[in-house]
């Protein structure tokens, strides 16, 4: 079993900057980031294996969204720059034994709302 636990979301302006951090505890896995806008359908965001050799970025946040792990402190992170209203949603971590990016993840956080102002 693998519980996660998010933490790092905030209101902001447009073109700032945010952390999300997302703590796991039970068995290491790769983990995901993926975010729910009000009305909208959750979506992949990043994903990162277990050991922190490969990332992957959804198409809209490259550039300026960077996944991360530090698998000494069994946390995961995602950190937003150059943030944009469209980017407000609510953020969930996620876990799964292998690299996912299609949303079928095996455990999840509760998730962390990020509010993007213009």
């Known amino acids: 079993q693998v519980q996660l636990v998010e933490s790092g979301g905030g209101s902001v302006q447009a073109g700032d900057s945010l952390r999300l951090s997302c703590t796991a505890s039970?068995?290491?896995?790769?983990m995901g980031w993926f975010r729910q806008a009000p009305g909208k359908e959750r979506e992949f965001v990043a994903a990162?294996?277990?050991?922190?050799?490969?990332?992957y970025h959804a198409d809209s946040v490259k550039g300026r969204f960077t996944i991360s792990r530090d698998n000494a402190k069994n946390s995961m992170y995602l950190q937003m720059n150059i943030l944009k209203p469209e980017d407000t949603a609510v953020y969930y971590c996620?876990?799964?034994?292998?690299?996912?990016?299609?949303?079928?993840?095996?455990?999840w956080g509760k998730g962390t709302l990020v509010t993007v102002s213009s």
């Open positions: 996620a876990a799964n034994p292998t690299v996912r990016v299609n949303g079928g993840m095996a455990y």
């Open positions: 039970g068995r290491s896995y790769a």
């Open positions: 990162i294996n277990w050991s922190g050799t490969f990332t």
